[in-house]
């Protein structure tokens, strides 16, 4: 299996190749040139599969160039447990993603377990042990630099503490990450992970990253990585809980259901279509948004304006306050007939600051099953108090808006999952001012606020964070 670019200008590569990157070195977005196809016998078999062997069935097809037998240990040392431990009582840990029934057709799919108690954990611990291996097969080492707001960067340090080969710097910006989650990365001691906390805001940290990216012989000889939501390996490894959702909650192929995602970089619901293209027998892709809602907006007009960091809002959903949605183009490029020039000329304005309007094209929109809606803080609460008073269930703020959403869209009589993309735990304050309680958390992260904490200061400096990469990896 080969990959290519949505802008049709880089060479096809393999997935080892693509994976310790991010863009295409023309701009574009790594896609596999074809999608292979799951057939009704093939879905049967998979149907009884544990999480792991689910996972090595779909992820074999999509990764030709590891052995089979390392590709399963990988995934066999991914998906345990131990690692996603955090499942709610009366649930199996083991089933690593459990689903939740809140009523008749309505169902929590639970992606949250894993150590930073968010969805990113379920692609990104994968990352850390194909970062490992493809490092240790290559004799090579990899710098990832990123920026967060909290939840990409505490997933990646998890996956990537003490994994050989791999050091992080993870730029976040300093005091405004939430307490929880600034006690979740600084307390880490692992020698190969550092955390620079910017005097400045989130877009502070990510401009600093891409001045650095944008050196190419500082990112070549520095051998600078980056681990952000457009990354093949992320994409991927989010294909296989739609898979071990379906099953969960059908008894035959011949059943659809619809997935209800809270979106912000289109990466979740991207994974979600290509389940779809793979032959999983999807309904409704439902994309919900927070007030921040480029996408909404896309998929009721044809017409995508990204806002720009200045126009983002800060809301209590705040890993959905994102307005330019960087995997979007991994769908266009399928909509347009992966004709790549097509998505060059769309992207020529994007890339400019500007919009583009392909409302010409929403009936094909539709075939692909997409709906979406918004919600805002308002009701982002109520569907909190809502859930908890209806059936005793606390979900988080990005979960609500997800669930919002997907019972104004939902189908009579097809199954809908709405993605859980954190735990409560994680967003204490607007869960007290939802609920008026401070949400359970696992036994294992009380108390993390008062650990000793580790990392340094800098000033928005792209001269100063080079030379902090230099000296750390010197
Ligand atoms: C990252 C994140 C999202 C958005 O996911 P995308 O893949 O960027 O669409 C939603 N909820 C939570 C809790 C997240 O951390």
Known sequence: ?????????????????????????????????????????????????????????????????????????????????????????????????????????????????????????????????????????????????????GDTGSAAEYAMRGKKGVSVFMLSPHKKMSRFQAAQ???????????????????????????????????AQYKIGAVNSINWGRIVAQVVYYFKGYFAVTTSNAEKVSFSVPSGNFGNVCAGHIARMMGLPIDQLVVATNENDVLDEFFKTGVYRPRGSANTYQTSSPSMDISKASNFERFIFDLVGRDSAKVRELWASVDQGGAFDI????????????????????????????????????????????????????APKVPMLVLETALPAKFEDAMVEALGAVPERPSALIGIEALPQRFDVMDFDVAAIKQYIVNKVS
């Open 1 to 149: 299996m080969k990959y290519i670019s949505t802008r049709g200008l880089s060479p096809a590569l393999s997935f080892s190749e693509i994976l310790l990157g991010g863009l295409a070195p023309d701009g574009g977005l790594y896609l596999p040139e074809h999608y292979p196809q799951f057939s009704d016998a093939d879905l049967s078999a998979m149907r009884a599969m544990n999480y792991a062997d689910l996972a090595f069935a779909i992820l074999s097809r999509l990764i030709d160039d590891i052995p089979a037998a390392d590709l399963k240990a990988i995934i066999d040392k991914t998906y345990r447990a131990d690692v996603y431990a955090y499942a709610r009582p009366g649930q199996n840990a083991a089933d690593i993603t459990p689903t939740l029934k809140l009523e008749e057709q309505l169902y929590l799919l639970c992606l949250s377990n894993g150590p930073t108690l968010a969805f990113k954990d379920m692609a990104m611990q994968l990352l850390g042990n194909l970062f490992e291996y493809v490092l240790a097969k290559t004799g090579k080492t990899t710098n990832i630099l990123g920026a967060t707001s």
């Open 185 to 219: 990365m600084f307390s880490l001691k692992d020698e190969n992970i550092h955390n620079i906390a910017v005097n400045g805001v989130f877009d502070d940290c990510q401009d600093m990253v891409k001045a650095v990216s944008n050196d190419a012989q500082f990112k």
């Open 359 to 410: 409302h010409a094209l929403m009936a094909k929109v539709a075939e692909y099953g997409f709906v979406s809606g918004s919600s805002n803080h308002q009701q982002r609460m109520q569907t909190i108090r809502d859930t908890h008073k209806k059936y005793a269930v606390s979900i988080d703020t990005h979960t609500a808006d997800g669930l919002k959403v997907a019972l104004e869209r939902r």
